[in-house]
């Protein structure tokens, strides 16, 4: 099955030619971003984090601190909201109502449960790490067993998603068009800047290959 | 009062020392963007949307299409989580464990109400438009009757509210400084890439001075 099915939960209400329930779509917004923001409910109150995550499959893992209150609640199992935007480009009409934004987003439904095997846990900080800075993770001092313990890690389970996807030029209301004023994209780039050197960096030491790709890969 | 009062809802619980409640850091973290996630709970399930605002004193204003899902449930004056985040840089340890972002986010809790007269709806309609592209109000036809009919406008009061902010280097484990592995900042620069024209632009209209000086001031 290559599709969400549309349910109340997931169903676009708004914009709704702008929906995909399709599951590749969904997964290549989600592996195109490191942060998300996930969303949980707590004595009728929504409350709302942003935080590193990555995909494996229809699983998708984030981690916290052991005492952090997002990692405590949403270990129960409570209904969990996920989502990940992108920003392509500002959508610029010749009226204001007309005024736009070209993204993709993904809102995923589901819910969590703790990882508690050591192994696992690690391999999940691993897809983290390197959703994070791709070849990072095998540069790096990895996670001892005090580390292990006192970091928690959740696998949230796909279980509803739908995503939106705008693109292209602004639409503007058939008379408009005539009016003298510029209109179309403005688009947006996020790229990476030089790296900045730890202070405390020991001698000698060069950018690693991952940071060096990053940077070079998002040169304009 | 400069800050907002630590209650059980906004206390931070991890990470307290980054943790920030004074009101013009905050504010500044708001003014600093122009897209936020909201969240709101239906039923018990937490829903999320990626959304524009503005924020003006102690308010938020988003908009959307009275028909939306958001705005039909957040005008019942039910509480609200709204995000913003910025991220700043990777900050790259020489443990994986120690990874980090630097960032800056406001979580706001506080409930909408719709603004119903024409006039207020214009004026938070300004300011959303303003706050995603400075001086392009006055270049673009305002909304008429017919489309402030059809788009609603949300006023969100802030009722409490943190921030937090992370900067500088990652801090590692003392014996790990010892390490032949690079460690640092990678800056995140988001920048405007060159406008592109409208395929149905006017011909002889150049771009107009909001577009251009934003592209211009986000040059490297």
Same mark, same amino acid.
């Given at each position: +099955? ?12 708004? %914009? ?13 917004? /989600? #592996? ?9 409910? +707590?004595? !009728?109150?929504?409350? +709302? ?14 981690? %916290? ?5 997002? +990692?405590?609640?949403?270990?129960? !199992? ?8 992108? /920003? ?25 449960? *703790?990882?508690?095997? #050591?192994? #696992? ?11 994070? /800075?791709? %070849? ?6 990895? *996670? ?39 209109? !179309? ?9 030089? *790296? ?25």
């Amino acid at each position: +099955m290559s599709t969400y099915p549309i349910e109340e939960k997931n169903k676009v209400v708004r %914009g709704a030619k702008r929906a995909v329930y399709d599951k590749s779509v969904i997964n290549e917004i /989600l #592996d195109a971003g490191f942060l998300c923001h996930i969303s949980f409910v +707590m004595n !009728g109150q929504p409350f +709302m984090i942003p935080t590193a995550y990555a995909r494996h499959g229809e699983k998708i893992y984030v981690h %916290g601190s052991v005492k952090s209150r997002t +990692m405590l609640e949403a270990q129960k !199992g409570i209904p969990i909201c996920f989502c990940v935007t992108h /920003l392509d480009a500002l959508v610029l009409a010749r009226s204001a109502f007309h005024h736009s934004v070209n993204y993709r987003s993904a809102i995923i439904y589901g819910s969590a449960r *703790p990882i508690t095997k #050591d192994e #696992d846990k690690n391999d999940a900080l691993r897809l983290i790490t390197e959703n994070f /800075l791709k %070849g990072r993770w095998d540069e790096v001092r990895q *996670p001892n067993q005090k580390e292990l313990d006192i970091t928690s890690v959740l696998e949230i389970t796909i279980e509803s998603a739908s995503a939106k996807v705008r693109t292209g030029d602004p639409v503007d209301d058939k008379e408009d068009y005539e009016l003298d004023i510029w209109a !179309g994209q403005l688009p947006l780039q996020p790229i990476y800047a030089q *790296p900045i050197d730890d202070e405390l960096l020991k001698e000698g030491v060069r950018t690693s290959p991952s940071v060096q790709l990053a940077f070079e890969g998002s040169k304009r």
